[in-house]
């Protein structure tokens, strides 16, 4: 028999090595983990040099947090939540004392007046009247939540309602990080005071960096694009805008979604703590909102799309109703935030129904770049023109007063 040189032990070294052989199949996908890697350097040095023009035009320009925060404003952000903390305790005394709908209206009608009004009238910060305003929704969203529960348990009589309202209960419900009621809460063990500290230390960095990057980055962008008439200046501010956006975006849905409501989970040992699933990976708008914010998508499938579906609506109706009452509640909260009333949050969530079938479409066709094609529309776009609109709109605001 022949001896084959090159595959000899001997010879393994040897010029005559073979090396193209039947057991070396090309696979056709290789793994690109090296690439992205490389994506992500060349993203750190990017945003890098970002910061350092930045600094070199225009300074140091992020202001202490608060610093013009007067104590009338404090006083009355403390009363809009001692209002809402009321309004929940006459709610929970309403269905206990099974008085109906027509104080059900009132009860959320009233307070809600009087939460505006102080808004509008004494809390002149922006970041207070916001955080004043969504605080109210949530409130107002786990009250619906708690009456439209007790309402089908009563009316379908699958529990004593003199047993099931408890007061406790509906206390310990008002303080976990859920917006739908129910009998019962799964709850941990124990909690974990590490994980507490250490949740509450990022989440006050991670404000601190929200304000600098919104400061220092995003509204001088947004100056220079109302300002300039130079075609190139308003091309390099409105990707300087896309950039700070995106970081922005990314720096709420740590602090929010990572740190905030993670550790008001641990704190009162509430077990749930999926609060977000892997939306950095939706290759269109309809797996976005169905997987960034879960506890606002679980409360309204379970409160206004499951029960429109199950009464012969189509989905696209529901799903539209779905968007305009978000976008009424988004504009509700801006308008009253920054004093102005716009209508650009109530457009941009309608827009969201055929942003759906658009990526829906694209993603059929081509699955490999659905991901691209959101994050684009989504964040380099959508995200800075509304930022755009309404600091426009601010800023004419200014202008003529």
């Not at 750190?44 to 404003?73: A, K, W, Y």
């Not at 700070?244 to 077990?271: G, H, N, P, Q, R």
């Not at 999926?274 to 309809?286: G, I, R």
């Amino acid at each position: 028999m022949r001896n084959n040189p090159s595959a000899s032990p001997r010879n393994a070294s040897s010029h005559s090595l073979s090396v193209h052989t039947t057991g070396r199949i090309h696979r056709g996908k290789s793994k690109i983990y090296g690439l992205k890697n490389l994506a992500v350097i060349i993203a750190f040095l990017s945003v890098g040099r970002f910061i350092i023009d930045n600094n070199r035009e225009f300074g140091f320009l992020m202001s202490l947090p608060l610093q013009t925060l007067s104590l009338t404003e404090c006083s009355c952000f403390l009363l809009t939540i001692f209002m809402s903390f009321v309004r929940s305790l006459l709610g929970f005394y309403i269905e206990a004392r099974e008085l109906g709908t027509l104080h059900i209206c009132l009860n959320l009608g009233i307070f809600e007046v009087l939460v505006a009004y102080l808004n509008l009238k004494y809390i002149r910060h922006i970041y207070f009247s916001g955080w004043s305003m969504i605080l109210d929704v949530v409130y107002i969203a786990k009250l619906i939540s708690f009456h439209l529960v007790v309402w089908e348990l009563r009316r379908d009589k699958k529990a004593n309602t003199a047993g099931m309202l408890r007061v406790r209960h509906f206390l310990y419900f008002l303080v976990v990080p859920t917006l739908c009621f129910q009998l019962d809460f799964p709850m941990k063990a124990r909690r974990s005071t590490r994980d507490i500290l250490l949740k509450t230390a990022q989440l006050l960095l991670g404000f601190l960096l929200f304000v600098l990057v919104m400061d220092q980055y995003a509204i001088p962008s947004i100056y220079r694009i109302v300002d300039f008439e130079d075609v190139t200046i308003v091309i390099e501010n409105i990707i300087n805008l896309s950039i700070s956006t995106i970081i922005l975006f990314l720096i709420f849905f740590y602090t929010v979604f990572y740190c905030f409501l993670d550790a008001v989970a641990d704190i009162t040992l509430f077990y749930d703590s999926c609060f977000y699933q892997e939306w950095w990976n939706a290759s269109s708008a309809k797996e976005f909102w169905a997987l960034w914010n879960r506890p606002v998508y679980l409360w309204f499938k379970r409160h206004v799309y499951t029960p429109m579906i199950s009464r012969g609506v189509s989905k696209e109706k529901a799903g539209l109703v779905i968007f305009t009452i978000s976008g009424l509640v988004h504009e509700y909260v801006a308008s009253i935030s920054i004093k102005k009333a716009t209508g650009w949050f109530l457009i941009t969530m309608l827009l969201q129904v055929p942003l759906i079938h658009v990526t829906e479409s694209f993603k059929k066709r081509f699955p490999s770049l659905g991901n691209f094609f959101f994050w684009g529309a989504f964040c380099v776009i959508g995200q800075p023109s509304v930022m755009l609109l309404y600091y426009r709109s601010l800023y004419l605001k200014e202008c003529h007063t």
